[in-house]
């Protein structure tokens, strides 16, 4: 907003959770709710419909930028008014929200909605139920407030398209309910050219922003070399821009586009890299971007069409919310379980559509999205999917019925939709489908004697040989992962594929365990060892597995290294039948992905690959050995 707001209304800055109002002079100091903010958007919005609305040119309405980014949530006495009115049609009585927030403990209980503020800075811990709401809120009222513009747009000029720019898998918005007032999805990515992982980070956001309306999506910031807001702000490397374009491409994009146009000289941006560099049009980043734009110029056959996938995962907003307001078991950062279960379906060329649990038949379906049929998918993976109902198990279990492999990893279904602990079963309806009954959860592999907290650090690591009682003492909080016994043969053959032989795999998981017990007729695939920070429940099942109808249920109750999670996504995949061009390819940084009638081949190594005639025809292409240089891409139409 412009400076005169902020001083004609100071009232439109946002208020911290400390209670200090903001000033002008970085950007997005609004506050969401503020009247005073919408009525002057509502007025920029119809003066530009207004005059520009009936222009050829104008082909898309693209309303504000990055919803959230820097400010999504404001503790002003108008958002404190909103908050209560919100609460108010949530729950229509305040005994409701005593029950749900469960406000009996602590003697936090309301006798009216008047009563309720924001959760601000506290003595100690945040209601959760309290705190899980106020993420709601928040994430409401910013689509509130970009509703507010879009339906003006659309009064005004019904056949432009309305977009926003959202922020791969942004923690504060709910993208499945936002992408229901979203024309065309549209995405802001900008991996660090220094991880070596980023190209898992490029297909873990192209296939989240495809799944929130099941359509294309529209890249629409990228920068062509470095970024300036990193503490190290590496530049990509030649040929990494094109690469990841491309990407985005097959994992759904349809359009290609950038930020920003010519480099800026002065202001918070000047080191954020643009199609046109300081150094100008004779430079090696305005070179590349003209040879991309060369390369999009011919790949017109592929905007439109599907990436057709056969691999789901459930993957909720609120629920990644109810685990973060969780006051235990663990510490939780959102989105972690979705990113590592993907990140090992896309080292082993899986496109993954994901699937937002309230879009699911019989489902309330908050998010107005169409129904979402999980029979389509031939191998189903919920990972860690805290908060769950017991619709989703319902779903889940048409699914395994007509085939489907499906994978549950834990800790998913330990509370329902309202934050109520599951009880008997710590694992709810998902872990009854799996035919097992979580007793326990145990959470203790990592050494805190640096930890977080200060009692934690009273009392240093014992040392054996001067401390003759505390040095006896064995701690699981000293081990450094959990062990599992490996039983099944299908897996310890998986497990070879991916170098590790014999049955004992030391480093199986990280900090989760959980002490199961059957609770129907299910085949163990692994027990924990007795070497691990799980040795007080060695022995006790950690994978299992459970036949139903012609598919089956895995019920995964650590949380699995990377290793584990690639042997079980390949035991479930060979029983599925699904194989994928990547691997088919087989050669180490080559992702190979079908959208439509091309294949897209991908190398993201530095060394320069060729595949064979023979593969190439077996993967439905021209027989004729293929080149592709390093971190390069190669379109091949498919026959």
């Known amino acids: 907003p412009p400076v005169w707001l902020a001083r004609n209304n100071p009232e439109t800055l946002p208020v911290t959770s400390s209670g200090v109002r903001l000033g002008f002079g970085s950007r997005q100091q609004y506050c969401p709710t503020s009247a005073v903010f919408r009525s002057a958007c509502r007025d920029l919005v119809t003066a530009m419909a207004t005059r520009f609305g009936g222009h050829p040119a104008v082909k898309m309405w693209h309303i504000s930028n990055e919803y959230g980014c820097h400010i999504h949530e404001c503790f002003c006495d108008s958002c404190a008014a909103a908050f209560r009115r919100w609460l108010a049609g949530r729950y229509k009585t305040i005994g409701e929200l005593n029950r749900v927030w469960g406000t009996a403990f602590w003697s936090?209980?309301?006798?009216?909605?008047?009563?309720?503020?924001?959760?601000?800075?506290?003595?100690?811990?945040?209601?959760?139920?309290?705190?899980?709401?106020?993420?709601?809120?928040?994430?409401?009222?910013?689509?509130?407030?970009?509703?507010?513009?879009?339906?003006?747009?659309?009064?005004?000029?019904?056949?432009?398209?309305?977009?926003?720019?959202?922020?791969?898998?942004?923690?504060?918005?709910?993208?499945?309910?936002?992408?229901?007032?979203?024309?065309?999805?549209?995405?802001?990515?900008?991996?660090?050219?220094?991880?070596?992982?980023?190209?898992?980070?490029?297909?873990?956001?192209?296939?989240?922003?495809?799944?929130?309306?099941?359509?294309?999506f529209m890249l629409m910031e990228q920068t062509p070399s470095a970024v300036q807001w990193?503490?190290?702000?590496?530049?990509?490397?030649?040929?990494?821009?094109?690469?990841?374009?491309?990407?985005?491409?097959?994992?759904?994009?349809?359009?290609?586009?950038?930020?920003?146009?010519?480099?800026?000289?002065?202001?918070?941006?000047?080191?954020?890299?643009?199609?046109?560099?300081?150094?100008?049009?004779?430079?090696?980043?305005?070179?590349?971007?003209?040879?991309?734009?060369?390369s999009l110029a011919q790949l017109d056959s592929v905007c439109g069409s599907a990436v057709t996938s056969r691999v789901a995962m459930l993957f909720s907003w609120?629920?990644?919310?109810?685990?973060?307001?969780?006051?235990?078991?663990?510490?939780?950062?959102?989105?972690?379980?979705?990113?590592?279960?993907?990140?090992?379906?896309?080292?082993?060329?899986?496109?993954?559509?994901?699937?937002?649990p309230a879009n699911l038949s019989g489902a309330a379906n908050t998010t107005g999205q169409p129904i979402s049929d999980l029979t389509d998918y031939a191998l189903i993976i919920v990972p860690e999917l805290f908060a769950a109902d017991k619709n989703v198990a319902?779903?889940?279990?048409?699914?395994?019925?007509?085939?489907?492999?499906?994978?549950?990893?834990?800790?998913?279904?330990?509370?329902?939709?309202?934050?109520?602990?599951?009880?008997?079963?710590?694992?709810?309806?998902?872990?009854?489908?799996?035919?097992?009954?979580?007793v326990e959860h145990l959470t203790a592999s990592v050494p805190r004697w640096e930890g977080a907290s200060s009692f934690d650090r009273l009392f240093a690591a014992p040392d054996e040989s001067c401390d003759l009682i505390t040095g006896a003492v064995t701690a699981t909080g000293g081990r450094q992962s959990v062990a599992v016994t490996v039983s099944d043969r299908a897996l310890a053959d998986s497990l070879e594929?991916?170098?590790?032989?014999?049955?004992?795999?030391?480093?199986?998981?990280?900090?989760?365990?959980?002490?199961?017990?059957?609770?129907?007729?299910?085949?163990?695939?692994?027990?924990?060892?007795?070497?691990?920070?799980?040795?007080?429940?060695?022995?006790?099942?950690?994978?299992?597995?459970?036949?139903?109808?012609?598919?089956?249920?895995?019920?995964?109750?650590?949380?699995?290294?990377?290793?584990?999670?690639?042997?079980?996504?390949d035991r479930a995949a060979s029983i599925a039948g699904i194989s994928t061009p990547t691997m088919t390819i087989g050669i180490p940084g080559v992702e190979a992905i079908e959208r439509g009638d091309n294949l897209f081949v991908l190398n993201h190594s530095d060394d320069t690959v060729t595949i064979g005639d023979t593969t190439m025809d077996e993967l439905g292409a021209d027989p004729r050995a293929l080149t592709v240089g390093p971190r390069q891409a190669v379109v091949v139409p498919l026959k």
């Open 230 to 294: 990193r503490g190290v702000n590496s530049p990509k490397r030649p040929g990494q821009h094109a690469l990841w374009s491309l990407q985005r491409i097959a994992h759904g994009a349809d359009a290609i586009l950038h930020f920003q146009w010519r480099q800026s000289v002065r202001g918070a941006e000047t080191f954020h890299s643009a199609m046109v560099p300081h150094a100008g049009e004779d430079s090696r980043i305005f070179e590349q971007t003209c040879a991309l734009g060369r």
């Open 318 to 356: 609120d629920s990644e919310w109810a685990r973060c307001c969780a006051i235990g078991p663990t510490e939780h950062r959102f989105g972690e379980g979705a990113r590592a279960w993907h990140r090992t379906l896309f080292e082993h060329g899986h496109t993954v559509d994901f699937v937002d």
């Open 497 to 569: 594929k991916f170098g590790h032989s014999g049955r004992q795999l030391e480093h199986a998981g990280r900090i989760w365990a959980e002490s199961l017990a059957g609770a129907g007729d299910i085949d163990v695939l692994c027990t924990y060892a007795d070497t691990g920070s799980a040795l007080d429940i060695a022995g006790q099942p950690a994978i299992t597995s459970r036949q139903v109808g012609r598919g089956s249920v895995m019920y995964v109750s650590v949380d699995a290294r990377a290793v584990v999670r690639a042997a079980l996504v």
């Open 394 to 438: 319902e779903q889940l279990e048409k699914a395994a019925a007509g085939g489907a492999q499906i994978i549950v990893a834990a800790p998913s279904g330990v509370v329902d939709s309202t934050g109520q602990a599951s009880q008997l079963n710590l694992g709810g309806a998902l872990a009854e489908l799996a035919g097992v009954r979580v």
């Open 108 to 216: 936090q209980s309301y006798t009216s909605f008047d009563q309720i503020t924001p959760p601000a800075d506290m003595p100690t811990f945040h209601n959760p139920g309290q705190l899980h709401d106020w993420k709601r809120f928040n994430s409401d009222m910013l689509l509130e407030l970009y509703n507010g513009e879009r339906e003006i747009l659309n009064r005004l000029t019904p056949d432009i398209p309305v977009t926003t720019n959202f922020m791969g898998l942004f923690p504060h918005c709910d993208y499945f309910r936002w992408a229901r007032d979203i024309d065309v999805v549209s995405d802001d990515s900008y991996p660090d050219p220094a991880n070596p992982a980023s190209a898992a980070e490029v297909a873990f956001e192209g296939d989240v922003m495809r799944s929130l309306k099941n359509k294309p």
